[in-house]
């Protein structure tokens, strides 16, 4: 099934030239702290969250600095490029149901917004090692042909047998799924994909996280949307379409970026902040680097939380600390290849439920966006590897990791090494706030400083400790605006929050270790 770019020019056609946008200042009709038209604003970080809060800002003619520690706007949402390519750290769909972020996003991207259809497949051996691409969402007739007679056969038996003979106990992961699933099942399709995801065996993963996981996006709701279709796009997971700026999601906040300095406000690069000033429950000065100080009405603050803590002087109380400090995070890089030939495959990308090999995910950019990728006679390529900052993946060298891309693409069958031209390595720190046991605990115990700031607001995915997604992460920005501007009392922290560990679309409050690793970045200094 290939993917149809036929609506599409191709990149060697000039794209059309974006429009320029009028940018019409808005004053807010009333200014709850009057201050913030004398003193700037100052965000924290320029990802999503940070740069939505400052565009809204600058529309309304107020004053605001964004300081961010990279030399590149978007945070995790960025795009990197070499050469002219294009990667997307972990393939960014744009889609949501929040009207105001919808409506936002269109405003900056106009016409360099693309609809884009989605296509994406399971990657897994058969019971005789041949590799073979499983449609996914699942279509009822590929699961049957794809799996022929005698796979089909093992896992009806195993169904049964399961279905017969259930395991008594069901602790784990393992015994919950094998006992719905059977193991032949459990093995093919759950165990090695979640694995790499979680970084632990899934007998150290909670039955309980996935009997809350599996419940909505079960083989049968699956096989239901395979025959059925999935109307009305309820299922995040399996929507078939989605917004996608032509040169990826980092376009959307560069121009972000552009429309903020227009408007007169201020986006600064390379400015670490290192310290958060504080005089009783006010906010008075932003640090960067050793001697740069800001002075600030207000600052929305997309920083991790455990960083935001750490920052703040004096001290907040003992236990705020503690709770800062025990914040964990699951991080993952990206070995970005460029070969020589066709695009490997047709989809926007692939899960490798191959357990032979350590990538769990593949993008593909062209199918993302063609634009992605200027040489039409080259595949550019993005590899997933889930891990945690300071492990053994993390610490290798870029070279070896390029190595290590290339290898198990030749043990997928998907490259030969002699077609690689050029690769790199980006690694993404903190990419998922982890939900453990007592994170919960600590971040109610964080906010129980942070209620207490009168001008000072946490906003976004590591900033509240959230599996925000981008249109979330941007509507908690839009919350804490308002909060500033307005004196409306939002709760910012009430905000929807989503997964995108398996891209559902509901609350996934539950935590999924039995015991939850211990982390190298876990000993890191709360401030740097
Ligand atoms: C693998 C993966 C896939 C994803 N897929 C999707 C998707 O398909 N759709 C979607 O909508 N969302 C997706 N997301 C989520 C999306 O990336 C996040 O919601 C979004 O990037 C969060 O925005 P943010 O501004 O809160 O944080 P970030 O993007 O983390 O930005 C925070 C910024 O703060 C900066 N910063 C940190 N410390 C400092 C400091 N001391 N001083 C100054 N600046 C600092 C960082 O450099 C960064 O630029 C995905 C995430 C991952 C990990």
Known sequence: MAQDNSNLPTPSDDAPAAKRKELLVQPPPKLARPDMREKPTVVLGGGPAGLTAAYLLAKMGLPVVVLEAEDQVGGIAKTAVREGYRFDLGGHRFFTKAKEVETLWHEIMAEEFLTRPRMSRIYWRDSRGHGKFLDYPLRGPDVMKKLGPIDLTKALVSYLWAAVKPKGKEETFEEWVSNRFGRWLFNQFFKSYTEKVWGVPTSEIRADWAAQR???????????????????????????????????????????????????????????????????DRIVKVHVGDDEVYEPSAVISSLPLRNAVGMAQPHPRGEVITAARGLRYRDFLTVSLVLDGEDLFPDNWIYIHDPNVTVGRIQNFRSWSPWMVPDPTKACVGLEFFCFAGDELWEMEDEKLVQLGIRELEQLGLARPDALEFGFVTRVPKAYPIYDEEYADRVKTIRSWLDGLDNYIQVGRNGLHRYNNSDHSALTAMRAVDNLVLGTDHDIWEVNAESVYHEEEKQDEQQPYIQPPETESMKEPLAR
């Open 214 to 280: 599996i419940k909505n996006l079960s083989f049968f709701t699956a096989a239901y949307s395979a025959f059925f279709g999935n109307k009305g796009n309820k299922v995040t997971s399996l929507i078939d379409s989605f917004n996608y700026p032509r040169y990826g999601p980092g376009q959307m906040w560069e121009t972000m970026t552009e429309d903020i300095r227009s408007l007169g406000g201020q986006v600064l690069l390379n400015k670490p902040v290192t310290k958060l000033e504080f005089d009783g």
